[in-house]
C-alpha cells in the first residue's frame, strides 16, 4: 500500500511515543491471546493502537463515556485481526461510534451501503461501506472477556470492513492475492456455507453461529470471529475453511495456540 508522505511522517511521529503503562495494561487484560504472541507480535500490537486510535474519530452515543480503557480494547482487537497485514489502518472507517449497549438506532440514508448487525430490533453492530463502524459496548466486552463462545463483535465488524475493500456489496470475499487463492476460497466456502446450513436447519449444534447462514458475507464475518476465538477447533472440525482463512490473514492462531 503506497501513503503520502504525510501519513508517514505522522505514523512515524506516533510511534516515537512510548506505549502508556495503562494501555499495555489494557491490551494484556483484554486481548486473550497477548501471552500467546511472540516478543515481536505483541511490539506489533502495540505499534498499531498508538496509531490506530489517535487517527480515528471516537464518538459515544447516548452520553455512554468514551475512555481510553474503550479505545484500546478495540484497537487491540483491530490489531490482532490485521496482525499479518502490513499497514492495515482502515483508512477508509474515519470514525468508531461506540453505544453502551445493543441499541435501536434511525435508519440509515438509503444511499449509503453497509451492514447492520441486528439482534431482534436491537443492533449489535454496523459496518458502512467508506464510513464508520460502530459497536455495542456490552457486546465487545462480553466477547472479550469470554473468548472460550467464539464471538468478537469487532473482529466481525472489522472483517466486514476487510469485506468491502473491493467493492461497496459486502460479498463475503474480500482481496485476494491471485486467481489461485480466490478460486480455492470460493470452492471451500460455498462448500462450508452449504453445510451450516444444512447443520442449522437441522438444529445441530456447530462450531460456527447459525447467524453466518444469514449470506455469504456474515459467513465471513462469523468465521473470522472463530478463527480468531478457537482457531484449534476450527482446525479440527473445518479444516479446509481454517487453511483459507490462515492463507487470507496470513497468519496461524492455532498454530499459535499450540506453541508449535
Ligand atoms: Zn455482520
Given amino acids: 500500500m503506497i501513503f503520502g508522505w504525510w501519513t508517514k511522517r505522522r505514523r512515524h511521529k506516533l510511534l516515537s511515543q512510548p506505549l502508556p503503562d495503562q494501555w499495555r495494561e489494557v491490551i494484556v487484560d483484554r486481548l486473550a491471546v497477548y501471552p500467546l504472541l511472540s516478543a515481536a507480535e505483541q511490539q506489533r500490537v502495540h505499534d498499531y493502537v498508538r496509531v490506530f486510535i489517535p487517527e480515528k474519530n471516537w464518538e459515544g452515543c447516548l452520553g455512554f463515556e468514551l475512555t481510553e480503557e474503550v479505545q484500546v480494547t478495540i484497537a487491540a482487537q483491530v490489531a490482532l485481526l490485521v496482525l499479518g497485514f502490513d499497514d492495515e489502518y482502515f483508512d477508509h472507517v474515519r470514525s468508531i461510534l461506540v453505544y453502551p449497549q ?5 435508519d440509515s440514508p438509503h444511499n449509503h451501503s453497509g451492514i447492520v448487525d441486528e439482534r431482534g430490533s436491537a443492533r449489535d453492530g454496523e459496518a458502512w461501506y467508506r464510513g464508520p463502524v460502530i459497536l455495542a459496548w456490552d457486546e465487545v466486552l462480553a466477547d472479550v472477556r469470554a473468548p472460550e463462545y467464539g464471538s468478537n463483535l469487532v473482529v466481525h465488524e472489522f472483517a466486514h470492513q476487510l469485506d468491502m475493500q473491493n467493492g461497496s456489496h459486502a460479498d463475503g470475499v474480500p482481496p485476494m492475492t491471485s486467481r489461485a487463492q480466490f478460486e480455492r476460497w470460493s470452492k471451500v466456502v460455498t462448500h462450508e456455507y452449504e453445510q451450516l446450513g444444512q447443520a442449522c436447519r437441522h438444529r445441530r449444534e456447530t ?45 496461524d492462531p492455532a498454530r499459535r495456540a499450540q506453541g508449535a
Fill in 207 to 251: 462450531l460456527l453461529d447459525c447467524y453466518g447462514t444469514t449470506n455469504m458475507a456474515e459467513f465471513f464475518a462469523v468465521s473470522s470471529e472463530v478463527f480468531f476465538t478457537l482457531p484449534v477447533e476450527l482446525r479440527e472440525e473445518h479444516a479446509e475453511l481454517y487453511d483459507v482463512l490462515r492463507e487470507y490473514y496470513r497468519q
Fill in 102 to 106: 445493543t441499541y435501536v438506532a434511525p
